[in-house]
């Protein structure tokens, strides 16, 4: 399983490449919505990607500022439910 540092590198490429900000001006606590970073369109592409990339379900109550306000805050997020959803191998 990948840690948070990898899935906080793997989120702001997405990030830089779909939003066209110059790395300079994002880091991981960059505010992505509040600094204009990301729109709705640019949201709905990132829960995309977080989806497919992560297979990871994405609820409607999961759907909150807080857990998207940052590359940090999508981060955490991401490992949380990546958490929720592992499944040990048992061995028989």
Same mark, same amino acid.
């Given at each position: ?5 990898? /899935?906080?590198? *793997?989120?702001?490429?997405? /990030?830089? *490449? $779909?939003? @066209?900000?110059? +790395?300079?001006?994002? $880091?991981? *606590? ?5 600094? =204009?970073?990301? %729109?709705?369109? =640019? ?7 977080? %989806? *497919?990339? @992560? ?6 109550? %999961? ?9 940090? &805050?999508? =981060? ?9 959803? @592992?499944?040990?191998?048992? &061995? +028989?």
């Amino acid at each position: 399983m990948k840690n948070s540092q990898q /899935i906080k590198d *793997e989120i702001k490429h997405f /990030i830089l *490449e $779909t939003s @066209y900000t110059s +790395e300079d001006l994002l $880091t991981n *606590e960059t505010q992505i919505f509040t600094q =204009g970073i990301l %729109d709705s369109l =640019g949201f709905m592409s990132l829960v995309s990607f977080l %989806d *497919e990339k @992560y297979s990871i379900s994405i609820k409607d109550t %999961d759907l909150v500022e807080t857990n998207f306000e940052s590359i940090n &805050a999508i =981060g955490d997020f991401v490992t949380r439910k990546l958490n929720l959803n @592992y499944q040990p191998v048992c &061995a +028989e």
